[in-house]
């Protein structure tokens, strides 16, 4: 008789719920949990072919090894007795911040998995951990730092106008696209920000600009605000500094001047700024790409930062507004030598260092290349495929062949693995139990957790990525920092410390607020 196991999908930072139908250790269906606070049953396309996901023939199935441009299969003992050996030639030749390790954003929804590789480079002594957050949505996490201190999260749920920049929620959080769908129909105001013509744009008012314009129209808007003096005064007095020198900034961007930059009428844009400054309770939506990852991307994130902050829409409903992160037990090691970028970009080493001590990944292919300031000739990738997604991928492969150990670690054969010189098999999240229900709340303001549950017994060979870092960890010989056996020890451990203790969460499997 088939098992219904309510988890999580870990597949993007929404974490929806998943109703999981197990008979004799084999998946037979899954469906969106109703009763779940976030996607009330529905799937997006992933999720709707997670089956198809779990159970495809291009699984790397076992260990393997390159030899002579081909790859071999090995044993598990084998690849990690090989791996930690070379490691620790590399380590005394030529210190132990040769030792490189990646991963992609599943390193930001799989928890477990970032802790246990920032505590595996501790132990070795590297002050290398990147990921896709040098590159992407660190951008609008730092501004927001930078203008409050603290990354303030949209809650457009209670909203009564949103503005949709650069982002289209129907192709990624298609929760928020069915959510103001309902709200518009209930009397929210709308405004889409895009230089393509969205769906949503139907909804609402639509303003096409220009690529890369939307820092200028930012600025113009402010510009509106300050002139017509709609700016929220009190909230302005009480609590922000600055806004002398801000009304200064802003008087060179007239919405008549930056028509001519952005393409956009300087009637829409004054439109548009008015709106947005006379309701309370107004909410701006970044999308990731489309604003983060540009040369000014970093500006026109802090420009809506104080858009939000002008209006007084800070930590009021429908705003942006500050939520609790759930407090899980710090598995980090100390480790004195700071990563690439510390020198060069101080601010995003100082804000990015906590909650995770990222490098600044821009500088990793030029420092692998020229050997600078340092040989970095290990490279540990998990869960990431930078051979696509790094920026300028020749030069990236470029670099590559400067590493002296290459090792890939992923459920599927990918660009970056094709380059290492061994790939290792990681399980999926239906595979394994860890942290559920993104509890850092940073995509839809609400913090909330579960145990993502293990449904089925890893196929194959394939093995969770934590257990992966513990056991190269051991292999070099740092069994005390490395004990634990599995999947819920690690967790439990996790929990130790939380308000939220580990069996609670045993006892409410839909998860708690």
Same mark, same amino acid.
């Not at 008012?205 to 002139?227: E, F, H, K, S, W």
């Given at each position: 008789?088939?098992? /219904?196991?309510?988890?999580?999908?870990?597949?993007?930072?929404?974490?929806?719920?998943?109703?999981? =139908?197990?008979?004799?250790?084999?998946?037979?269906?899954?469906?969106?949990?109703?009763?779940?606070? $976030?996607?009330?049953?529905?799937?997006?396309?992933?999720?709707?072919? &997670?089956?198809?996901?779990?159970?495809?023939?291009? *699984?790397?199935?076992?260990? %393997?090894?390159?030899?002579?441009? *081909?790859?071999?299969?090995? !044993?598990?003992?084998?690849?990690?007795?090989?791996?930690?050996?070379?490691?620790?030639?590399?380590?005394?030749?030529?210190?132990? =911040?040769? &030792? %490189?390790?990646?991963?992609?954003?599943?390193?930001?929804?799989?928890?477990?998995?970032?802790?246990?590789?920032?505590? #595996?480079?501790?132990?070795?002594?590297?002050?290398?951990?990147?990921?896709?957050?040098?590159?992407?949505?660190?951008?609008?996490?730092?501004?927001?730092?930078?203008?409050?201190? *603290?990354?303030?999260?949209?809650?457009?749920?209670? !909203?009564?106008?949103?503005? &949709?920049?650069?982002?289209?929620?129907?192709?990624?959080?298609?929760?928020?696209?069915?959510?103001?769908?309902?709200?518009?129909?209930?009397?929210?105001?709308?405004?889409?920000?895009?230089?393509?013509?969205?769906?949503?744009?139907?909804?609402?008012?639509?303003?096409?600009?220009?690529?890369?314009?939307?820092?200028?129209?930012?600025?113009?808007?402010?510009?509106? /605000?300050?002139?017509? @003096?709609?700016?929220?005064?009190?909230?302005?007095?009480?609590?922000?500094?600055?806004?002398?020198?801000?009304?200064? =900034?802003?008087?060179?961007?007239?919405?008549?001047?930056?028509?001519?930059?952005?393409?956009?009428?300087?009637?829409?844009?004054?439109?548009?700024?008015?709106?947005?400054?006379?309701?309370?309770? !107004?909410?701006?939506?970044?999308?990731?790409?489309?604003?983060?990852?540009?040369?000014?991307?970093?500006?026109?994130?802090?420009?809506?930062?104080?858009?939000?902050?002008?209006?007084?829409?800070?930590?009021?409903?429908?705003?942006?507004?500050?939520?609790?992160?759930?407090?899980?037990?710090? %598995?980090?090691l100390p480790v004195e030598e700071k990563p690439l970028g510390a020198e060069e970009f101080p601010v995003f080493y100082q804000f990015g260092k906590r909650p995770a001590p990222y490098g600044s990944s821009s500088l990793l292919t030029e420092a692998i290349i020229k050997e600078k300031p340092y040989p970095i000739k290990a490279f540990i990738n998990a869960?990431?495929?930078?051979?696509?997604?790094?920026?300028?991928?020749? *030069?990236?492969? @470029?670099?590559?062949?400067?590493? @002296?150990?290459?090792?890939?670690?992923?459920?599927? %054969?990918?660009?970056?693995?094709?380059?290492?010189?061994?790939?290792?098999?990681?399980?999926?999240?239906?595979?394994?139990?860890?942290?559920?229900? #993104?509890?850092?709340? $940073?995509? =839809?303001?609400?913090?909330?957790?579960?145990?993502?549950?293990?449904?089925?017994e890893p196929l194959h060979e394939s093995k969770a990525v934590w257990w992966i870092y513990n056991e190269l960890g051991r292999k070099l010989g740092y069994e005390e920092y490395f004990p634990w056996k599995t999947d819920e020890e690690v967790v439990e451990y996790l929990f130790s410390k939380s308000v939220i203790p580990y069996q609670k969460l045993v006892d409410n499997p839909e998860g708690r607020l």
């Amino acid at each position: 008789m088939a098992q /219904i196991i309510k988890t999580d999908c870990g597949l993007c930072v929404n974490c929806c719920g998943l109703d999981v =139908h197990v008979e004799d250790d084999r998946i037979i269906k899954i469906e969106g949990t109703k009763e779940h606070w $976030l996607n009330a049953g529905s799937m997006c396309p992933k999720g709707e072919h &997670l089956m198809d996901w779990v159970y495809s023939p291009n *699984r790397l199935k076992y260990p %393997m090894k390159k030899v002579n441009g *081909r790859f071999q299969r090995i !044993s598990w003992d084998q690849a990690m007795d090989e791996i930690a050996a070379r490691l620790n030639v590399l380590k005394e030749k030529y210190g132990s =911040h040769t &030792l %490189m390790l990646w991963t992609g954003s599943v390193g930001v929804e799989h928890i477990e998995m970032s802790y246990f590789m920032q505590r #595996f480079r501790g132990a070795f002594g590297s002050p290398h951990f990147y990921n896709a957050e040098g590159i992407c949505f660190r951008t609008r996490i730092l501004a927001r730092q930078m203008t409050f201190g *603290r990354c303030p999260a949209e809650e457009p749920r209670n !909203s009564n106008l949103v503005i &949709l920049w650069g982002n289209n929620p129907d192709a990624s959080y298609f929760m928020n696209g069915k959510m103001i769908r309902e709200r518009v129909a209930q009397g929210m105001k709308l405004v889409v920000i895009d230089p393509r013509r969205i769906p949503l744009a139907d909804h609402g008012i639509y303003l096409q600009p220009r690529p890369g314009t939307d820092c200028a129209i930012a600025l113009a808007m402010m510009n509106v /605000i300050i002139t017509e @003096e709609l700016w929220d005064k009190e909230f302005v007095d009480k609590w922000t500094s600055g806004f002398d020198k801000l009304t200064e =900034h802003v008087k060179a961007y007239t919405p008549e001047q930056v028509e001519i930059i952005s393409g956009v009428p300087a009637a829409d844009i004054k439109n548009v700024a008015r709106l947005y400054a006379t309701t309370d309770g !107004s909410c701006i939506l970044e999308g990731v790409c489309s604003t983060n990852q540009q040369i000014n991307g970093l500006q026109t994130h802090r420009a809506n930062a104080i858009l939000q902050s002008i209006t007084g829409n800070v930590d009021v409903p429908g705003g942006w507004v500050t939520t609790p992160m759930l407090p899980l037990t710090d %598995m980090r090691l100390p480790v004195e030598e700071k990563p690439l970028g510390a020198e060069e970009f101080p601010v995003f080493y100082q804000f990015g260092k906590r909650p995770a001590p990222y490098g600044s990944s821009s500088l990793l292919t030029e420092a692998i290349i020229k050997e600078k300031p340092y040989p970095i000739k290990a490279f540990i990738n998990a869960g990431g495929n930078p051979a696509v997604t790094f920026p300028d991928t020749k *030069r990236f492969m @470029e670099a590559m062949k400067n590493i @002296e150990l290459n090792v890939c670690i992923d459920p599927f %054969m990918t660009e970056t693995g094709e380059l290492a010189d061994y790939v290792l098999p990681a399980c999926t999240f239906l595979e394994e139990t860890g942290v559920g229900g #993104f509890p850092y709340c $940073l995509s =839809h303001c609400t913090p909330y957790v579960m145990l993502r549950k293990k449904c089925i017994e890893p196929l194959h060979e394939s093995k969770a990525v934590w257990w992966i870092y513990n056991e190269l960890g051991r292999k070099l010989g740092y069994e005390e920092y490395f004990p634990w056996k599995t999947d819920e020890e690690v967790v439990e451990y996790l929990f130790s410390k939380s308000v939220i203790p580990y069996q609670k969460l045993v006892d409410n499997p839909e998860g708690r607020l």
